[in-house]
């Protein structure tokens, strides 16, 4: 018997993980993937919320990850902070080339 959640063994008979509490499973659980570390780099910044969204909607449909730091809306009108546009470093050619072709990069 296993426990779901932290993954102890328990002999047959127990019903219950004395840790945490929740019911166990005949079956341990699945092993978690090793964590790996993702460089990201800022590729674009925006005060516009309407940019934002553009943006993320066209990353999104070309399937790339990204993440805009900053985008709260709070944030870039009160506090004058803006959008920070973070994607994977081997995406980041490909991000810049898409912003380009949208006009919010100039062409180099």
């Known amino acids: 018997m296993f426990c779901p959640k932290c993954g102890a063994e328990y002999r047959e008979g127990f019903v219950k993980c004395a840790d945490c509490g929740v019911a166990l499973v005949k079956e341990p659980p699945p092993q978690e993937d090793d964590v790996q570390y993702i460089e990201m780099v800022e590729v674009f ?3 516009n919320s309407g940019d934002i969204a553009v943006i993320k909607s ?3 449909g070309d399937g790339i990850h990204y ?3 900053g985008e709260s809306t709070l944030m870039m009108v009160a506090a004058g902070a ?5 994607v994977q470093a ?6 810049r080339d898409i912003l ?5 990069l100039e062409k180099k």
């Open 67 to 69: 993440n805009f730091s």
């Open 100 to 104: 380009q072709e949208m006009e919010f």
């Open 82 to 86: 803006y959008a920070r546009l973070l």
């Open 58 to 60: 066209v990353l999104d």
């Open 45 to 47: 910044s925006t005060y």
């Open 90 to 95: 081997d995406q980041a050619g490909r991000v």
